[in-house]
């Protein structure tokens, strides 16, 4: 093989583990929208929420220290020295479940009936406070992340593929980060997941009547309310994953909450009711613009065209399918 | 109506109370422009925290300057420049200097800040050919430039290759910003001289996502890789130099991409990464122990203290103790303390930080001297090496200070200042 084509398709292949980093993020969107019809703008600073709090519980962190410190004249800081990795997900699982319940009582009950738009700027407002109470409780600075995956180039990839370069070319194999491979399986995981609770099990069910049609739901005995806390709070927990993915990749800090933007496109093309179109989203959008940016990003001046270029895509498919690819087909009768 | 008799005097009383205790205790007025928040915090939150606790000290040792107290109020902006510049316009009345910390609001507050008769210190960032005093009357940019920065790591490499790197292949990756584009026309200039290749990279705000640009050099290969980043960038970009084996003695951070919070996500894989400095880390300087003893021990400590040693607190206290330096310099070439804005920055340009006044300041071979004058805004236009050993997690200098390529870089700061004076009718002084 050539290894111009032989880079072409380490790029694919590398644009489809970023898709899955982005899938990760918009799954959390559709979740929700799908349940609630709300676009949760808070999304991203959930992951970061769930990535800081991960941390705090694994390095025994005392939360709002500097507060208390500040306020009482104490000097705390750490609990315990460290905490396993098990138990720290578990808590933090907890804690997601727990900000769930707080965001229901809190704001979804008082705003039940209100138009989208309402609620969209009730998430924009509670991203800002999640973020500002994050930084209270676990401070500004820069967390390593590690839960155990293992990151870095996957050598026996690299190892398998120099070889099929043509002999005395210039080649050194292909790139994979194995942080991405695991990404990729836990992804896969997740959705099969997802799909067999919301197929298989009576809350399931029951999440999709509300999903379907939410007087109808109400309607044979369905708690809009408890649905509501277990769709944003299955939306933290794959928060929580994203968090840790990206938190592993670049350590903890508050620009993770921009991981936000990097979902956006992907719904606008698969669609803000599908988790199958997060999916199909997120790899179309990641090889889209990793191609862009390797192949045609060198003719624009400016260069690290890859940003905007998955926006211009989703908007050219918005052109053709404003639903996006798996989105619910807009119908107004008249 | 007695209500509201009521409610004017105490409005009245207020204002006259708070005026009184401004007039007596913010005699010395330094702004601080800071980002405690936001993507870039992490970077933000220990230089502001070497500002503030120097501000203390120095107001809990010396009285204040001169015996003038300093008032350093904070304004948040985010590293956004549109706020930056609002910040400035609120705190403008009676500010003896700006420091930005960002190369944007620098470049917003040049002309602004020009006609308003306000000093800016863009200390080691902001527009390079502010260096040349003839037509930045305001700005000062010293201990050292962009420009001098990117011929200091050819300078580095040049050593490492026994002066010949004709042929080699130089990448930088960049900030897709007015910052990391800083650097771009002295390395295509040098790349002439020294006939190396050299790619550019940039990568957009904030740089969370950075794959297809170390695919990029993975496939070309460059003999070495240079850094003009900041916040989240430097450790994504470490992190993926480290992932794609790049031998990480090759890669070379500007002084900004070389903190603790740049290397230590990526763990092992970011020992032997180098970054250029102008500054020392750790916490063994007399200014240090005043810091402890004035300010930290009595609890008064900017944030938890947990930053205190780090480089870039380091850098806050150096920049702090320059602003510093020039208030006592004014106070001292006018006979006296109440010195306005137009004295501070005739301080600022008579800074001389030689090393005795150094180590008088409690900054023994913490920074290399420098001075300012009339034409030389830039300072001595010294770095170093430093190269952060993963296992101990510690930086180390691994080379003596040095200079840039002078030739190069003082012939492009006179061209682009000239060009600025030209566009902006600015008639040179110092002749």
Not at chain 1, 8 to 21: K, R, W
Not at chain 1, 251 to 259: A, H, T
Not at chain 2, 391 to 396: E, G, I, P
């Amino acid at each position: 093989m050539s290894v111009e084509l032989l880079n072409f398709i380490e790029t694919v292949l590398n644009g489809l583990m970023s898709g899955v980093m982005y899938s990760l993020v918009a799954l959390g969107f559709v979740l929700i929208f799908k349940a609630s019809g709300v676009f949760n703008f808070a999304q991203g600073v959930f992951a970061l929420f769930a990535a800081l709090t991960l941390v705090g519980y694994q390095t025994g962190q005392v939360p709002f220290a500097h507060l208390i410190n500040e306020l009482f004249g104490t000097n705390y800081h750490n609990w315990y020295a460290s905490m396993p990795n098990f138990f720290a997900i578990l808590l933090t699982m907890v804690t997601m479940i727990a900000l769930a319940w707080i965001i229901e009582r809190l704001v979804l009950k008082h705003l039940v009936n209100q138009d989208p738009i309402i609620l969209f700027m009730a998430t924009i407002g509670l991203a800002f406070a999640l973020e500002g109470v994050g930084d209270l409780m676990w401070g500004s600075d820069v967390k390593v992340l590690d839960v155990g995956i293992p990151s870095g180039g996957s050598i026996w990839l690299e190892e398998a593929t120099i070889g099929l370069a043509a002999e005395g070319s210039d080649y050194y194999g292909m790139y994979v980060d194995v942080l991405n491979i695991w990404a990729t399986v836990i992804a896969v995981i997740l959705v099969v997941s997802l799909a067999l609770f919301s197929q298989y099990t009576k809350t399931g069910r029951a999440l999709r009547a509300v999903a379907d049609d939410h007087q109808a739901a109400l309607s044979v005995g369905i708690s809009l309310r408890s649905i509501w806390i277990l769709v944003w709070a299955i939306s933290g927990f794959i928060a929580m994953v994203a968090g840790i993915m990206w938190g592993t990749e670049s350590g903890v800090q508050f620009s993770l909450s921009l991981i936000a933007l990097k979902a956006l496109p992907v719904l606008i093309l698969g669609g803000f009711t599908s988790i199958p179109g997060a999916i199909i989203g997120g790899l179309m959008i990641g090889v889209g613009e990793k191609l862009a940016e390797i192949y045609i990003g060198g003719y624009f001046e400016t260069g690290a065209i890859e940003n905007w270029f998955a926006y211009v895509m989703a908007l050219v498919f918005l052109l053709f399918r404003p639903q996006g690819l798996f989105g619910d087909k807009i119908i107004e009768r008249v | 109506m007695r209500i509201k008799q009521l409610l004017i005097g105490m409005t009245a009383s207020v204002i006259a109370v708070s005026s009184y205790i401004e007039m007596a205790v913010a005699d010395l007025k330094f702004p601080m422009l800071v980002y405690r928040t936001g993507a870039y915090a992490p970077n933000g939150i220990p230089n502001a925290d070497g500002f503030v606790d120097y501000y203390k000290m120095i107001n809990a040792r010396d009285g204040g300057i001169g015996g003038e107290k300093i008032l350093h109020p904070e304004c948040e902006t985010g590293y956004k420049t549109q706020v930056g510049v609002e910040c400035y316009e609120k705190n403008k009345k009676d500010a003896m200097v700006f420091q930005p910390m960002s190369t944007g609001i620098t470049y917003q507050l040049i002309p602004k800040a020009t006609a308003d008769g306000v000093t800016v210190y863009s200390t080691g960032y902001g527009r390079t050919s502010a260096a040349n005093g003839k037509v930045f009357k305001w700005i000062f940019n010293a201990p050292v430039t962009y420009w001098d920065g990117a011929s200091i790591a050819v300078r580095h490499i040049l050593k490492q290759n026994f002066g010949n790197i004709k042929g080699k292949k130089i990448a930088l990756v960049y900030h897709n910003s007015a910052y990391g584009k800083e650097p771009i026309r002295t390395l295509e200039t040098l790349a002439k001289k020294h006939g190396y290749k050299l790619m550019l990279l940039p990568v957009d705000h904030p740089g969370q996502e950075q794959k297809a640009t170390w695919l990029k050099i993975r496939k070309a290969r460059p003999n070495y890789v240079l850094m003009w980043g900041w916040g989240v960038m430097n450790q994504v970009a470490i992190k993926s130099a480290a992932s794609i084996k790049f031998p990480m003695e090759n890669f070379i951070g500007i002084w900004w991409s070389g903190s603790e919070n740049d290397v230590l996500p990526a763990g092992q894989g970011a020992h032997g990464y180098k970054s250029l400095t102008f500054n020392a880390p750790g916490t063994n300087y007399q200014v240090h122990k005043d810091i402890k003893k004035y300010v930290h021990d009595k609890g008064e400590a900017s944030g938890d203290g947990s930053h205190f040693g780090t480089v870039l607190y380091n850098r806050g206290l150096f920049q702090a103790m320059v602003q510093v330096e020039a208030a006592a310099v004014a106070q001292k070439i006018h006979g006296t303390s109440k010195i306005t804005p137009a004295m501070y920055r005739d301080g600022m340009e008579n800074v001389n930080l030689s090393a005795k006044r150094l180590e008088e300041l409690g900054f023994k071979d913490f920074a290399p001297p420098f001075k300012n004058s009339c034409e030389n805004h830039g300072g001595s236009g010294l770095a170093a090496v430093q190269q952060w050993d993963a296992k101990t997690k510690k930086w180390n200098m691994i080379t003596e200070y040095m200079y840039g390529d002078s030739d190069v870089v003082q012939k492009l700061i006179a061209e682009d200042s000239s060009k600025y004076a030209a566009e902006q009718k600015i008639a040179e002084r110092c002749n």
